[in-house]
């Protein structure tokens, strides 16, 4: 439009000077001079992370995808019209136009455009920087490429797991560029580019070593942590026959990876699970257990608002949320009694939490379209005294997307597929489990009365020792997998898991069969991943893109 007005104006005024027709317009600043302006190169990082910020487009929609597609929560909402998309994922052969895939296709590309256009940036200016007047120096630039490369890596992978081939844009393309999808082998070896150039930078500093001031930003932890992530799920892919290759060598870059967390990272758990999600957010960010998350503070001084699913995810009514993201039953019934991590996980019809002024609110779930559960997400729940003037949207939630507990879960994993020693898997495995049945609160602070934490006890070392924790006798597998579902429930992985252990199709057709509610999993089958690509973007490729063929 600027280029437009001005070939008019220079039609009417032939008589101006050259050097005044020849001026940048006023307001608008070149790329050459933005990166000479303070802070030009922090900003082009934040720019990486911008999608991951989005409440609905990432984090709503992680969730979402991860935990409400599959048998651990469903859509819920206030009506059986409320984000029909996330109900017709759970039953399992979605529409190419699908809202929610559109959602995360669109999301995680442009995290991926926005990576490409500052490592090509920085590439070009990088020696031109300046921060707090003085010059950038280039172990703080290299830091730069390291963050953005690992988070095209995490893009790319949140891609992967749901739609297996994509295609593989690394470099700035023309907004007419349409590529075809790559091969899931091209995707894993660019994928493990980025992570390994990430891990080898040595500006990129580990976990412990970030200040308060960094908390949130990428560290060489996090990198390993995707790492290992990453090569368990190509590892379950191979033994399924979908991927080419050798899983025991995919098992081992998950084993080396985690274990280079694990046994060098300087990480822990919190002793007391609750202290994750009792609401306040004031230490559990700022953990050795928080390996990746995204900060969230309300500060309307400079127009920030809480998170999107703070309010989508809790219960209706005089609770005041928009009732998404129900816990099943049967994920509730998944956990060991005297666990205090369903309690800290799930919450119930008629669970009462402290007001701000001293009073009583009692939940009510009835009457709206989780109905059949009768349950809500407490990891989503800030109750009263944490927010300000009562107002869901007005809370410093935040989500975890690494965790350390997963870290030595994927240890132990890793080191059972890949022929290690079972004596030090179950050494991560009880770590976990040990957090929850010993030294994890068994009352919800900010509750009154909480169903799930009727009849929780005091466990003692001896007690965990000889009935809760997993023994070599144990089928170790399958309760690593129960485990993983009760720890990180409701947090985004469960479909991940699911389809790299080969059981999506069994587990949603046995949910459909035992339960049936809103149809979830009547279409499952083993032709339902990958989930369909978005029709708007293969109208888009002009016939370059082709739509998967399981549909």
């Not at 994509?166 to 075809?180: F, G, Q």
């Not at 790299?500 to 587990?507: C, I, K, M, S, V």
Request: glycine fraction near 8%.
């Amino acid at each position: 439009m600027l280029y437009m007005s001005a070939v008019l104006f220079l039609g009417f005024v032939v008589g101006c000077k050259k050097d005044f027709l020849e001026r940048d317009p006023y307001g608008i600043m070149n790329e050459r001079e933005f990166f000479r302006t303070d802070g030009a190169g922090l900003k082009l990082v934040t720019s990486c992370y911008q999608p991951m910020f989005d409440g609905w487009g990432f984090t709503v929609n992680k969730v979402a995808i991860g935990d409400e597609s599959v048998d651990n929560a469903d859509a819920g909402g206030s009506d059986p019209g409320d984000r029909p998309q996330t109900t017709e994922m759970g039953r399992g052969r979605p529409l190419p136009s699908n809202p929610l895939l559109y959602e995360t296709w669109a999301n995680r590309f442009k995290g991926i455009g926005n990576c490409n256009i500052a490592l090509e940036a920085l590439q070009r200016e990088g020696g031109n920087l300046i921060e707090n007047a003085k010059p950038v120096s280039a172990e703080t630039v290299s830091r730069y490429f390291a963050e953005i490369k690992f988070l095209r890596a995490w893009y790319y992978f949140d891609l992967i797991t749901v739609f297996k081939e994509v295609p593989l844009i690394i470099n700035v393309e023309t907004p007419d560029t349409r590529k075809a999808k790559a091969s899931l082998a091209e995707l894993k070896t660019q994928l493990y580019k980025d992570l390994q150039e990430a891990i080898q930078e040595p500006n990129l500093p580990r976990a412990s070593a970030l200040t308060s001031a960094e908390t949130g930003r990428v560290t060489k932890d996090a990198a390993y942590a995707l790492m290992a992530r990453a090569a368990l799920f190509f590892g379950g892919l191979m033994e399924q026959g979908i991927l080419s290759g050798n899983a025991q060598d995919e098992y081992k870059v998950a084993r080396d990876a985690a274990g280079e967390v694990v046994r060098n990272g300087q990480l822990s758990l919190l002793p007391d699970f609750q202290d994750l999600f009792r609401g306040d957010y004031a230490v559990a960010p700022f953990s050795k257990e928080c390996i990746l998350g995204v900060l969230r503070k309300y500060d309307p001084a400079f127009g920030i608002g809480g998170d999107a699913f703070a309010i989508m995810n809790v219960g209706r009514n005089n609770v005041g949320g928009w009732g998404g993201n129900t816990p099943t039953k049967d994920l509730a019934a998944s956990y060991d009694p005297a666990d205090p991590r369903r309690m800290f996980t799930i919450i119930s019809h008629n669970d009462i939490f402290k007001t701000s002024s001293g009073g009583e609110e009692i939940h009510n779930y009835r009457g709206y379209f989780n109905d059949f559960n009768l349950q809500q997400s407490r990891k989503a729940f800030v109750p009263q005294q944490y927010r300000q003037n009562n107002d869901l949207q007005r809370s410093n939630w935040q989500p975890y997307w690494i965790r350390y507990s997963e870290v030595l879960l994927m240890y132990s994993e890793a080191l059972i597929k890949s022929g290690g020693s079972t004596t030090e898997a179950l050494t991560y495995l009880n770590e976990v489990r040990r957090r929850a049945f010993v030294t994890t609160s068994k009352v919800d602070e900010p509750a009154v009365f909480r169903q799930f934490g009727q009849g929780l006890k005091t466990i003692s070392e001896a007690d965990f020792q000889m009935t809760y924790a997993i023994k070599p006798s144990d089928n170790i597998l399958q309760a690593l997998k129960r485990e993983r579902r009760n720890e990180l429930a409701l947090e985004g992985i469960r479909l991940y898991d699911l389809v790299r252990w080969g059981e999506y199709a069994t587990t949603m057709k046995a949910f459909y069969q035992k339960y049936g509610f809103a149809d979830k999993g009547r279409d499952a089958g083993d032709n339902s991943w990958p989930f369909p690509i978005p029709q708007i973007e293969i109208d888009r490729s002009n016939g370059v893109l082709i739509q998967n063929d399981n549909y």
